[in-house]
């Protein structure tokens, strides 16, 4: 009996903190949907009760947003690939072929999951710049293309195809090519999507390089954008959770959607036995 | 209607590369805010309709050091704007660091500009060693905001409707009399940031006698310093005053009637305007140059210009420069509406006609101009500066009552005097 | 060993964009920064050669070590608590049905993934001082209003609970993994014994998780000494230089103060500390290995 009791209130308490928890994402979405005038007045309501879409609807006329969001979309869309494409090919080439050099490479790739990119800002920025390149998409995506943890991950996981996979293949007279389009890459779909949803998350939320090296307006992201443009108006609290609201929706619908994904992502990457 | 639809269609559709071909284009860049921020945008898109040759693209960045940062960095790598704004007050710190383009006397001639056309005060600022670097748009100061309701209940109001709250004793028993009348506060403030505590600070320390902020290598060389900060601070302690206010908040204060007064820039009065224009003020409210609180009248001020950022890497192309002067004139030229966002004009035909001369409020905090406190000519003066950065970081925890203010000035002369060299 | 033309040539390529990308951005720039931190340089442009000059200077600048002090109190306020509270979450989570597990850890989880941007723009609301309902919470209990951000005591502990708030998802969703490999007839086994559930974690779960425990613990300290977004957004480094931390004094130095050569020597410091961390910590995840 006591049992059940104490289990309760475990359960009670788990409860609390988890409401706790998630209160201010609430608050946000509750702020963004009221009138300016309520949100500043005496007695504040847990509920919003005249419910309006004004606020959203002049983030949409009197902001770039659509702007932001095609330079977050585009640039979160294109490292993903790069990330995806060419930690594959060399997790690939690390696990199956031979090659000098091999062993220095793997050694560097592990070496440099270690290296704090966040503290070479300032060579990026200059050597972004020498290659004209801040102000662009290209300027935001390249420095991010670099991803060890992928590599390691693919490279793990072509280990554990059993070779016989292999040489089966070889001796019906299977190329290499073959082999790779259409035994290998295609067998890692799983892996595949999953490194690429985090991947594209960490990207959509990267806000250090590109608050450093985007200077125009134009090519700002919305995670950027939203702390760095100027609002036109004194008193506008609704209106900046509309905006937070539209800026943190696409990585949070995706991560509702797939959650299982993105959580069991997240543990490849962390090195749980990296 | 089908066939006229196709025609405006076919019309557009030719008409739109003819257009974007010749225009050119000009990158403007503004820390422009509030009221401000509405104001200039529709003044861009006047210019823009009327002249199809030229098109501002302009962005809105975060006001003070995130702005400023943003133009250096930029500049460095050759992708600064071709137009920007830019305050005087930092002028003596931006000349040096060489970001700045200056005009020559034939450059501003071809569209009619000139020092003849300025105040002299304002001109002298925008020119040093003998070059120009800017074109000075407005001057801006701050003024007293009340609540005309509030202060009439608290008998403050004279017999021309206007403030009696000069003194600083007489102030501060405004302010208690006002509290004791129902307001939360007498008068709010962005009290958290040291770019409005600067505005307000340094105002009441020029309406001293003998108070100088800078003298030869030295900061704060006579105790007016210490006596300007514990008396905002005694305000706070009071609850007179808003603690630890943030600038939106500030104006709630005021606009939600917490507050009875407000200190803060000319450039909110379009806020006010349009609250009261779309009854969502609940009173009559009003601007007042700020009140004579100690030996005689000064109020803190500063002036948005427009320059030009210079960059080796890639220098603005004489078209673009042509363009740009282009804009420079005709905003000043109908810097009459400009005027409605509070400021007054820098170009002075505007502020002579008679249309400015009867523009409220503007009319009646209009005698500040003659005793404008300007920052000191200084390179650890002006807009995010590190006089700025020291306010915010000594004075604002001092006059929230973090910080003893005799220590709050021993610890900015420490920081800025080294940097005076 | 022999290699085979065939597929040296076809490693060739495979590696080729990988190791490009990473000579260009990682090499590269490391070395570059190296080179740049003997120098008196702008950010952009060619500097003078001075030897170990930005190091001495930064030896004997307080503000240096003011704020590589706030970064290591910002390690110490985010990095035990985040961890063991991670902890005690996932054992509270993975006591319920698999649906309502879901939702619970995803309340929790949430914040992880939204930008940082959002993340304190959230916070900044919700805390105002003057309209924000924490304040209102605190007027309930007749507390005095507090200005989080500016207050030399809670600018740091309310940034680094932030920091918690938002970062604890990705904790606890490595722990539950943890607790998921604990097996339960561990438990049952002890539940015949007559175990507390207090002797069951001292003796079962503590034990058990504690290869995960150290993975999260080290993962957390490289992590947070990174610090900057946040802090930035928040507080900017304030109220008088409390909550410096060392990638603004780069920041400042280096877009502000145009002073590259020796932001570059700060920006070093960091590298190599967060490097030996680095190194440190996967000694000590082999150790567990073996």
Redesign the interface.
Known sequence: MSHRISNFLLSALTAIFAVAWIFPVYWAIATSIKHEVDVTAENTALLPTDVTLHEYVRVFQESNILTWYVNSFGTSIIITIIVVVISMMCGYALSQLNFPGKQLLWWMVLASIMVPTTALVIALFVLVADFELINSWAGIILPQVISPVCVVVFKQFFDAVPRELREAAIIDGAKEYQLILKIYFPMNLGITTALAIVTYIGAWNQFWWPFIMTTQEEMFTVTIAISSVQDAFGVRYAREMALTVLAGFPVAAGYLLFQKKVTNALMMTSGIKG | MKKSLLALASSLLLSLPLQVSAATEVTWWDFLGGGDGVRMKSLIEQFNSSHPDIKINASTLEWGVPFYTKIQTSAAVGEQPDIMTYHLSRFPLAVPSGVLRPFSAAELSSVGLGPDKYFPANWEAANIGGKTYGIPLDIHAMVLYYNKDMLGKAGLLGSNGLPKLDGIANFTSGLKKLKANGAEYGVSLHTAGGSSVWRLWYSMFNQMNGAQFMSGNQVCPTDHCEKVTSQIKSWIDDELMSSETEYPDSIALFTSGKAAMHFNGVWEVPTFTDLAKNNKLGFEWGAVRIPVMYDKPATWADSHAFAVPHSDRKPISQEKLKAVLEVIAWMNKNSLFWATAGHIPGYKPIVDSADYKKMEPNATYAVLAENAAFDPKSKIAGVASPIYDSMQNFIVPSINGQLDPAEAIEMMKETLEPQIE | ?K??R???L???V??A???V??L???I???I??LT?SFQKA????PGEWIGLDNYVKLYNDKLFWRALRNTGVFVLWTVVPNTLLGLL?AI??I??RPLLQ??????????H??????V????T??L????G?VQ?VLDYFEIKRI?FF???NWAMPMVAFITI?WTIG?NI??FI?GLRNISPELYEASDIEGATKFQQFRYITWPLIWP?TA?VLT?QL?FQ??I??QMY?LTGG????STLVI?QL??NK???G?D?GY??AI??V??VI??LT??L??QV?KRQ?D
């Not at chain 3, 993934?113 to 959002?118: D, F, G, H, K, M």
């Not at chain 3, 304190?120 to 916070?123: G, S």
């Open positions: 060993m290699y085979k065939e597929e040296v076809y490693a060739v495979l590696v964009p990988f190791v990308a990473y260009l951005f990682l590269y720039p490391t570059y920064q740049l702008p950010l952009i442009g979450f509270m989570v006591r319920h879901a939702i619970i850890l995803a309340c929790f989880f949430v914040p993934i939204l930008p940082v941007t959002v304190t723009d959230m916070w609301w919700l105002s001082k003057q309209f309902i209102e200005s500016t207050s030399r708030w990705f969703v490595l993994a995960v993975l993962l490289i000494m990174k900057f977004d957004l304030g109220p008088f230089n990638l780069v920041y280096a877009f502000q145009n590259g932001a570059a920006s070093f960091l590298f967060i490097l680095s190194v910590q996967y995840l290995d």
